[in-house]
């Protein structure tokens, strides 16, 4: 008899993708438990509505009376609901904090009160471990690294970390964390650096690059952090954290020079604006605690084939696009789910 994944955040990028990518490469049913903040798009998921393997559940992991149901009937947890735009944080942190570390201990605490709780999966980020100098470029994050982070998301993200870890080590809540780099791939919301460019690209707008470009992050396509996401549940030891990055380092000022090329335009599409707060300079992840004990390894992440398909994906997706940019989106829920769809 499959098993009942409930997976929080499905209406954000990763979750989406997880979603579909569960659906396709498994025999697990899916509940996907989102409040729909602005970061949650339905539309994303349009094509499996009717899908009798999947059901979406509209509640706020800040408030278990409204998905103790739910909940009850899920196997395990892949836990992805988050505030998690890094600039938002640094405007007004206090969400951040709310729905990563409260409603993260709401959540826990609800999963672990029921009836033979199975796995739950924290998904986390590399964030949690702060900054890396430019060099040497052999220094990377590990598991062991202290987490030290810099940004009001990073804390926040640290919170929820922590508090995975505490279940294990008070409660014997059986929980593993995942700690992941930069994401790429469609339906990613266009606050974040890749879908931005692109789109204003893609419209003839230039980019804000932020201070000199030279801020380096480690891309992985968003299905390898799903398949990675799934092969921790499946074989992660409980209790254990495990990184995961597609040694794939960039400077922000290459990100955008390839995204140039590939969208048709020049230099003179950069514009150049302050320094974000804080700004984090390099993360790089050492994986290979997962690549030896779990066998996973990225194979869709190398670039330019795999940046040069995400940004055909959004050429092609203008109609997701534009209803993200334009607010459209938002209704979505109401047209399919509300009274009289
Ligand atoms: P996203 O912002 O695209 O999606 C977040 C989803 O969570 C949205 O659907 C939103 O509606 C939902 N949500 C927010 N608050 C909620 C609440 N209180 N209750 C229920 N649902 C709520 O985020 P993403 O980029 O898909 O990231 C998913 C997870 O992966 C996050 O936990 C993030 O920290 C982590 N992560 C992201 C990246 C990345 O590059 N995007 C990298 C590593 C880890
Ligand atoms: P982002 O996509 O926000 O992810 P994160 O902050 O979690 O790494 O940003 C990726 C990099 O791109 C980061 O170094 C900041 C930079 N950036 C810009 O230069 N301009 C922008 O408009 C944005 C959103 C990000």
């Known amino acids: 008899m499959p098993q009942t994944i409930l997976i929080t955040g499905g209406a954000g990028f990763i979750g989406s993708n997880l979603i579909r990518y569960i659906l396709e490469e498994r025999d697990e049913r899916v509940i996907n438990l989102d409040a729909l903040t602005y970061a949650g798009n339905l539309e994303s998921l349009a094509d499996l509505r009717g899908n009798p393997r999947y059901e979406f559940v509209h509640a706020d992991i800040c408030e278990p009376d409204k998905y103790a149901e739910a909940l009850g009937r899920a196997d395990c947890v892949l836990h992805l609901a988050a505030e998690s735009h890094v600039d938002r944080s640094i405007h007004d942190p206090s969400a951040f904090l709310h729905t990563?570390?409260?409603?993260?201990?709401?959540?826990?605490?609800?999963?672990?009160?029921?009836?033979n709780p199975g796995r739950f999966v924290y998904v986390s980020t590399d964030e949690v471990y702060g900054t890396l100098p430019l060099e040497p470029t052999s220094l990377k994050f590990t598991e062991q690294t202290p987490l030290s982070p810099n940004s009001p998301y990073a804390v926040s993200k640290t919170g929820g970390d922590m508090l995975a870890r505490a279940y294990h080590h008070t409660y014997g809540l059986d929980t593993v964390i995942t700690r992941c780099s930069n994401n790429f791939g469609p339906y990613q919301f266009p606050e974040k650096v890749i879908p931005l460019f692109v789109n204003n690209l893609i419209e003839g707008k230039p980019v804000p690059l932020y201070g000199e470009g030279k801020?380096?992050?480690?891309?992985?396509?968003?299905?390898?952090?799903c398949e990675a996401i799934?092969?921790?549940?499946?074989?992660?030891?409980?209790?254990?954290?495990?990184?995961?990055?597609?040694?794939?380092e960039r400077?922000?000022?290459?990100?955008?020079?390839?995204?140039?090329?590939?969208c048709g335009r020049d230099e003179s599409f950069i514009k150049r604006v302050p320094d974000r707060l804080g700004h984090d300079l390099r993360y790089a992840i050492d994986a290979?605690?997962?690549?030896?004990?779990?066998?996973?390894?990225?194979?869709?992440?190398?670039?330019?084939?795999?940046?040069?398909?995400?940004?055909?994906?959004?050429?092609?997706?203008?109609?997701?696009?534009?209803?993200?940019?334009?607010?459209?989106?938002?209704?979505?829920y109401e047209q399919n789910y509300g009274p009289g769809a």
Not at 102 to 113: F, I, K, N, P, S
Request: neutral net charge.
């Open 230 to 248: 799934c092969a921790v549940l499946d074989k992660g030891g409980t209790g254990e954290a495990y990184n995961i990055g597609g040694d794939n």
């Open 215 to 225: 801020n380096v992050r480690d891309w992985l396509h968003v299905l390898d952090h």
């Open 288 to 332: 290979s605690k997962i690549r030896d004990e779990l066998g996973w390894r990225p194979t869709r992440s190398a670039w330019p084939d795999a940046l040069e398909a995400t940004v055909e994906w959004y050429k092609q997706n203008r109609t997701w696009c534009d209803h993200v940019r334009s607010g459209e989106y938002r209704r979505f």
């Open 100 to 115: 990563n570390i409260v409603g993260t201990q709401l959540l826990l605490d609800a999963w672990r009160r029921k009836e």
């Open 251 to 262: 400077s922000n000022l290459e990100l955008t020079r390839m995204l140039l090329d590939l």
